[in-house]
């Protein structure tokens, strides 16, 4: 069986496949109650984006972790795939850099960035 790191590292090998931009996968295990990873990507545009959540939907339940909640459409610059144990952010440019999620965890290491 494969576990959680695994996907998680398979998760940012697609993104970066799958041209996403400026991927950053944050370990929050033992900081967070939530989750255990938290990834961050910037998609091209709109379009770009829905495929991803769409294409990430069916990896990640296929790697073993079912789909627990989906927020937030493409149009709207950000999409929020949450696997429990793993929590995908999936933005445009604009969005990223309003919310800044990085610096939320600037204290923790980041486990990956391309």
């Not at 998609?43 to 989906?70: D, I, M, Y």
């Not at 144990?85 to 309003?98: A, K, P, V, W």
Request: aromatic share 8%.
């Amino acid at each position: 069986m494969i576990n959680q790191t695994e996907i998680t590292q398979k998760v940012m090998n697609y993104l970066d496949e799958k041209q996403a931009r400026d991927v950053t996968g944050i370990d929050v295990q033992g900081v967070s109650s939530e989750t255990d990873y938290i990834l961050i990507c910037t998609g091209r545009n709109k379009r770009h984006l829905q495929a991803l959540a769409r294409e990430l939907e069916e990896l990640v339940e296929k790697l073993g972790l079912p789909l627990q909640a989906r927020e937030g459409k493409a149009d709207s610059g950000w999409v929020l795939l949450d696997f429990n144990d793993l929590i995908i952010h999936l933005f445009d440019e604009d969005q990223r850099e309003y919310y800044s999620l990085e610096r939320l965890w600037k204290d923790l290491p980041v486990a990956y960035q391309s």
